[in-house]
């Protein structure tokens, strides 16, 4: 899979440091999707946008606005459409079974007599870690690999 870059803007860094964590990780995350997406369209089409070559197979038509609703919120997306046939990405499926998987889990547990005050401490302590990875990791690495 082609390496995909990831570039933060000031504001998204102050956001995340000293403002609302929610929207910066929210924005964050759609950012990095949305490179994903955009990697597995040029790798479907076998050329980067605007490129002209041989081995080009079809060509972009556009996107489509999409939303997929994860645990730091709803994100909003932009799926690659193409002029011949559809797009197909694994992305959807995959972040739908972790996310099933996280709510099975958590399910579990309430049914197993966790308390609900076990669970949410389990729970802020994986968002948390999940935070210092972007706070810690993102800034100091110029791209992010998919």
């Known amino acids: 899979m082609p390496k995909v870059e990831l570039n933060l803007e000031d504001d998204e860094l102050k956001e995340l440091l000293l403002g609302d964590r929610d929207k910066a990780m929210q924005s ?65 499926k995959r972040y739908q079974r972790s996310e099933q998987a996280f709510d099975l889990a958590l399910m579990e547990m309430v049914i197993q007599g966790v308390s609900t005050r076990k669970v949410a401490e389990m729970v802020l302590v994986q968002i948390f870690l999940a935070d210092l990875i972007l706070v810690y990791w993102v800034p100091r690495n110029e791209g992010l690999r998919a």
């Open 28 to 92: 964050i995350m759609a950012k990095i999707l949305d490179k994903i997406l955009k990697s597995e369209a040029t790798e479907q089409i076998k050329a980067k946008a605007y490129e002209r070559s041989d081995e080009r197979t079809n060509s972009r038509n556009g996107y489509r606005v999409r939303q997929l609703t994860t645990r730091v919120g709803t994100l909003e997306l932009h799926v690659p459409k193409l002029r011949h046939g559809n797009f197909s990405t694994q992305l959807f």
